[in-house]
Structure formats: structure tokens, C-alpha cells
């Protein structure tokens, strides 16, 4: 292993990592030596109100539904790289709970030096005179603001030992726009916005703050889009195919590192170009 990739003695924290991008970003982090704590909205052989998800997040609905939810098993899988790993249930939205997720942490892994702010909700699909003042809150409320607390949460014990590393996930949709999705857009822009100013604030202490943007990643929740849509999407790329979450993670692992011991306040898309001009 590149030493400098080495997570060997770091603490990570991953919100949103029941499956996806989450899920692939705790097992590179995992792989590459850190201890990690798996937190997410949902976890698995625990009692999810079906109904009140689904109103409350159509995608956290299916997947509860569908008992697609890997919280637990992403743990097991990090504890058999021979890292420490827990699965801790935690939603963004709720401070209080955040604070006893990271205190759990400090006793069973250590304190944080790496937090990945992951958890969104990109279900809000719709035409702008469509859009439902509830919805637009709750995106701001779990996509933004959960950044922030959670952040907040970990600044203290990080500033404190001048080390730490936060990466924050917005998209493509947060440079570029995103059609049909004013409140996402917004939000992920909105991340773009909250990583430069932290990253000035941070350098000081010995804390970078980047941003990763990924274009379209077969995730599950991508994988429930409609094959014209896809064949559309792949079209558009560069590399001409969705991007893997690996494909991701091994950037978030990289900012994660000590080779990135000098990249702060950055914006890095991983997109397969489709971001580019192509005419
Ligand atoms: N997949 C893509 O193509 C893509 C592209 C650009 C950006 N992203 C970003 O990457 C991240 C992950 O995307 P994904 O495709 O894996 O999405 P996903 O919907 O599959 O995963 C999101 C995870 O966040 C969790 N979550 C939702 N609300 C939460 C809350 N209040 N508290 C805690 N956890 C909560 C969900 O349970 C789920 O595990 C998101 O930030 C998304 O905006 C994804």
C-alpha cells in the first residue's frame, strides 16, 4: 500500500452509508487502514415507521420496503479488512442524535478525524411551480444543514488536535444546475459555497475542507432511473458509461489521506466529463 494512503490510526465517520455512495466510501476508507463508524437514517433488524419515510423520503421508503439496507453489513465487511468499524443509526436532521453518535464513536473508535458528509435526499423531482415549500426545506434541512451540524459536532475535538479532514459530497447538479431539481441544485451549490469558507477557517488548525462532485454513479438509487434516461445520460458523458462508486471513493480516500495534505477548499468533480462542453 502507498503509505501515504495509508488511513492506518485514523477515526472516519460516514453519514448516508446504508448503500451507495455512503456504503462505498466507509469501505475505502476501511480498506485503506481507518476505523470506521457507519451511520445512516436507516439500519438494518431496527423498526422503520414504512409510512412515515416514504412521506417523508420516497427513495428511504423503497429501499426499507425492500430491505435493502446494508448499514450493518458495511461494518462487517470493514471489521474483515481487520479495521474497527460500528454501525450507529443517525439522521443529520437531528443535532441531538448526531452528539451521541459522535460521543459513541470517541469511546468505541476514538475521536473523529475524518468526516464524510454524504446523507441527501435527491427525491424531489419537479417542475419549479410544482415544488412543495415542505420539500424544498426538507432538502435544505438533510442535504445542507445536516452538513453543517455535523461539522459542527466534530470542529471542537478537531481544532483542538490540529488535525482533520472533511469532505463533503455535492454533485454535478451543484456546479452546473440540475433539471428538475431547483431544491437539489440549490443544495448542492449551497455545499460548494459552505466547503471554500470552512476550508479558510480550517487551514489554520490543520483541517482541510474539500468538496467531491460526482456526475451520475450507478448507485441504487440511479439504478431505479429508466433505461432511455440512462442511455440518455451515457450519451452526454465523455467516458460514455455511469461512473462506479468505487470510482468515488477512491477520490474521497485520497483527500482522506496524507497525499492530500495540501489540497483544501477544493472542488473536484468525478464525472466521466459530463460536464464538459460537447457540441
Ligand atoms: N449517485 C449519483 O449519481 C450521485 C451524483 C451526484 C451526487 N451524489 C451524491 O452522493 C451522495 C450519495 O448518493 P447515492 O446515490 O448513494 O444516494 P442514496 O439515496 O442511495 O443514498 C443516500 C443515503 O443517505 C441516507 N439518508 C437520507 N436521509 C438521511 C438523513 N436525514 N440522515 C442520515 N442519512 C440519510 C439514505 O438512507 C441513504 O443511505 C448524496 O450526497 C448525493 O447527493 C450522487
Redesign the pocket.
Known sequence: MNMHMNLKGKVALV??????????IALALGEAGADVAV????IEGETHDRQALEE??A??GH?SKAGE?K?RATAEEILAFGSKSCALK?????LEEIKGVVQTVEVELGPVDILV???????NLGKFDRQKPERWERDL???LT?AFHCTNVVWGSMVSRQWGRIIN?????GLMGAWLQPS?GTT?AGIVGLTKSLAIEAGRHGITVNAV??????????KLYDAGMIERIEKKTALKR??K?EE?AQVVAFLASEAASYVTGAVIPVTGGIDLLMI
Do not use: Q, W
Not at 458528509?117 to 427525491?123: G, I
Open positions: 453519514t448516508g452509508a446504508s448503500r451507495g455512495l455512503g456504503r462505498a451511520t445512516d437514517l436507516l417523508y423520503s427513495l428511504a429501499f439496507i448499514t443517525m439522521d443529520v436532521t437531528d458528509n454524504n446523507a441527501a435526499v435527491m427525491d434541512k438533510v442535504n445536516g459530497i455535492s454533485s454535478v447538479a437539489y448542492k462532485c460526482p456526475g451520475f454513479i450507478a448507485t441504487e438509487a440511479v455511469l461512473g462508486p468515488v
